[in-house]
Structures are given as C-alpha cells and as structure tokens.
C-alpha cells in the first residue's frame, strides 16, 4: 500500500517538514523515535501519514513525549501491515458525533445564533470508523468535530485534509513544499 509520510515540526526556529521513510519499522514506538529524529529540541511533532489515497493518520508528540494518534478510519488497521502498526492498538474511541458537537457548544459561538452548512455536516462519514484522539489539533484552533468533518468531507482525499489541517496550524507551506520535492 502506497503512502506518505510527512513530519511537520515546531522547534524554536519555527515549522519545518520532512518525510519520513517509515519502511521496516517494527513498532509504534519506533515511528516514534523517527519523528523525534527530525528535531529532537521540537516542543510539538506531527505526522501525517496518508495511505492509498484512503487513510489520514496523524500521530503528535509534545516535547517528544506523550503519543497521541487519531486515524480516520479503523480499517486501515485490517488493510495493511502500517496500518495495523500505527493504529491496530488504539482502543479509546474518538470522540463520537454529540459528544463533539457538546463540547464544541460549550467552547462558545459568535454569539450570531446562525449555523453554517458546514455545522450541519455529518461529524464522520458513514462507513468510515475513526479511532483515537480527535482531540490531539484542539490548541491549535481545530476541534475535534472539525477534524472529524474535514476527514469525512465528501471528496476530500487525505492529502486534502492534511493541506487544510496544515493550513489552520501555520506549515502549510512547509508541508507543501516538502510533497513538491
């Protein structure tokens, strides 16, 4: 199964991205230590691994400490051996559709009262599963409901949704010129 794998991470020079070649890796922990290996200094690492034009799996580090990992679907766990290494062990479900929908009430409105056809959105597509921590992108302006929408986004393919994602948290340039190289 195809796939890319691109790091962005925050260090005290700024955003900075790289591809990480996650071929032979044994364990979770050991995707771990690659993503380390780009900045070991880096106060947060991501990585976006989109596989087959079908799976988005971001993983976060904090001051290369405390994994965290969502995935846009479970089943890229029974598709592939990276799948099942990246996500096969992740037992918390995400967020489900109220409880984000709850908690993105509670954080405030704009006080308009108005909703927009993107909050009347399904919070996930269907027959997609998604795992783990949808929270892991919240102190960067994207909450978990707008994770789940943007992953279960008619049309949108990973590469998308790691763009846009991208985009919010400030490398988006980066991460761009790392897929143009």
Same mark, same amino acid.
Request: hydrophobic share 45%.
């Given at each position: 199964m195809p796939y890319f794998a691109g790091a962005a991470v925050r260090g005290a020079a700024g955003w900075t991205a790289a591809?990480?070649?996650?071929?032979?890796?044994?364990d979770l922990d050991e995707v771990a230590d690659r993503l380390r290996d780009v900045d070991l200094? #880096? +106060?947060? @690492?991501? $990585?976006?691994v989109e596989a087959d034009d079908v799976y988005l799996t971001i993983l976060r580090l904090d001051e290369g400490?405390?994994?965290?990992?969502?995935?846009?679907?479970?089943?890229? #766990? +029974?598709? @592939?051996? $990276?799948?099942?290494?990246?996500?096969?062990?992740?037992?918390?479900?995400?967020?489900?559709?109220?409880?984000?929908?709850?908690?993105d009430d509670q954080e405030g409105s704009s006080g308009s009262g108005n909703t927009t056809d993107e909050d009347e959105e399904p919070a996930a597509d269907?027959?997609?599963?998604?795992?783990?921590?949808?929270?892991?992108?919240?102190d960067f302006g994207i909450s978990a409901q707008r994770l789940l929408t943007l992953c279960a986004h008619d049309g949108m393919m990973p590469a998308d949704v790691t763009a846009e994602v991208c985009q919010i948290?400030?490398?988006?340039?980066?991460?761009?010129?790392?897929r143009e190289a």
């Open positions: 591809e990480i070649d996650l071929g032979g890796v044994a200094d #880096a +106060e947060v @690492s991501l $990585l976006f400490e405390n994994l965290r990992v969502f995935s846009c679907d479970s089943a890229f #766990a +029974e598709e @592939s051996r $990276l799948g099942a290494l990246l996500v096969g062990d992740l037992q918390a479900p995400v967020l489900d559709a109220d409880e984000a929908a709850d908690s269907p027959d997609a599963d998604p795992i783990g921590d949808a929270d892991l992108l919240t948290i400030g490398c988006g340039d980066e991460v761009e010129e790392l």
